[in-house]
């Protein structure tokens, strides 16, 4: 077998298994936080890895009761020292953003879902980050103010 032909195969071969490892593309950040002149990335598997709360509700932008889950916006702006009375802006990949009041995330159980249903969401399907206000349990939630801030393809969170 010739040089150029072995070198062909083992390039393929590279190629190969940088696509089909397990873990690739899991160590891409998909949340950065900013706050107080310091910047945290997650990953998702950082996010996976925090307390998961579950939430089962229905939005204006879901047909049915849906089940999502992930960690609560709350212990991510305690991480990076935001306060309840401060204010954030949430930012979506679309640049889509939204300035809302922290206290939200103290005062109910808002996550930053990165299930539906048992399932990853894909940027097509919202994701990979929802947030996602328990608006069947705090029937309050249902407002037009609340819907606006069910940012999805959330990659972003500043303290304004």
Request: a negative charge.
């Amino acid at each position: 077998m010739s040089l150029r032909v072995r070198i062909k195969q083992h390039l393929v071969a590279l190629i190969l298994c940088f696509f089909f490892l397990p873990d690739a593309g899991k160590t891409d950040q998909i949340l950065t936080v900013e706050a107080n002149g310091k910047i945290i990335g997650y990953t998702l598997k950082e996010l996976e890895n925090l307390p998961q709360i579950f939430i089962r509700t229905k939005n204006n932008y879901v047909d049915d009761t849906t089940l999502f889950s992930g960690p609560t916006l709350r212990s991510i702006l305690e991480q990076a020292g935001i306060g309840r009375n401060d204010k954030i802006e949430l930012h979506a990949l679309n640049d889509f953003f939204v300035i809302a009041p922290a206290m939200d995330a103290y005062d109910y159980n808002v996550i930053l879902a990165i299930l539906m249903n048992g399932k990853k969401m894909s940027i097509r399907d919202k994701g990979p980050i929802w947030v996602i206000y328990p608006t069947d349990e705090n029937p309050e939630l249902y407002e037009d103010v609340y819907s606006s801030r069910l940012v999805w393809q959330l990659d972003k969170i500043t303290l304004k």
